[in-house]
């Protein structure tokens, strides 16, 4: 594992967004796993400029998101469908037939977890994924205790979850219970992972993370035996990293 830190989170955020472009151009048949959340919203605000500015095109590319809210209709303004659409899809020219998300409003779940499995198997499998990282060490939904060789299936969000998310709902309005989410197995069969994390708040799930043992209860840790997965971290959620030097010295940006 590559861990990188950038000063700024505005800068993690756009040395991603490159890693991003340049897989995009660099690949005959680009295949992403794309992630939601406020860490990633500079990231798509770098990839719509990149895409303005005529240094990258979408059209090619085939979409996969990790996770979605059970019960949360695509179009609804706080649905992760939603927030692709409104923050990547809908401002560049992605190809609607490419675009894979999963449907939290599904009668049968398990079958729509059957169906993305699936579909990912289809696409020859996702070149290049990005996560972001919970407070609680989750990535996608994978909440603590999950099987590190756990597969797309629903999967009930724990207090911390809810309430780290609350702030996307109105205050009327409680953030669902369950999600449907693609397992920490699935996320590892991608060629490529990168992990972003910015943020003081993340320091604590971060050190656990890249230094703690590989276990169930930092389903992130599971990243450690990936073959190609690159860390990118701010000053702020490296803060804890007690080997942070060594990783800059024997391993540079
Ligand atoms: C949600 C997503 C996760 C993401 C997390 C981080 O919980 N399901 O995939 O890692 O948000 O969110 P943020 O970037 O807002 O901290």
Do not use: W
């Amino acid at each position: 594992m590559r861990v990188v830190v950038k000063e700024t989170a505005r800068e993690a955020a756009l040395y991603v967004a490159e890693k991003i472009i340049s897989f995009v151009n660099d690949s005959s048949d680009p295949v992403l796993g794309f992630a939601t959340g406020r860490t990633q919203l500079p990231i798509y605000e770098a990839l719509v400029s990149a895409y303005k500015s005529g240094r990258v095109s979408f059209k090619n590319i085939r979409s996969f998101n990790l996770d979605e809210y059970v019960g949360e209709p695509q179009t609804s303004p706080y649905s992760y469908a939603t927030y692709m659409h409104e923050n990547f899809f809908d401002p560049v020219d992605m190809d609607r037939s490419r675009i894979h998300l999963l449907d939290g409003t599904a009668q049968d779940l398990q079958a729509e977890a059957e169906r993305y499995e699936n579909e990912i198997k289809d696409s020859g499998g996702i070149g290049l994924q990005i996560v972001s990282i919970g407070r609680n060490g989750h990535i996608g939904f994978n909440e603590p205790g999950s099987s590190l060789t756990s597969r797309t299936r629903v999967i009930r969000l724990s207090d911390d979850t809810r309430a780290a998310n609350r702030a996307f709902f109105p205050a009327d309005r409680e953030p669902p219970n369950f999600a449907i989410t693609m397992g920490i197995g699935t996320i590892l069969d991608a060629d490529m992972i990168i992990m972003i994390a910015t943020g003081k708040h993340k320091a604590r799930a971060i050190r656990d993370f890249v230094e703690g043992p590989v276990t169930a209860s930092c389903p992130s840790s599971a990243l450690q035996g990936h073959p190609a997965t690159l860390v990118v971290l701010d000053s702020e959620a490296a803060e804890f990293l007690q080997r942070r030097q060594d990783d800059q010295r024997d391993r540079p940006a």
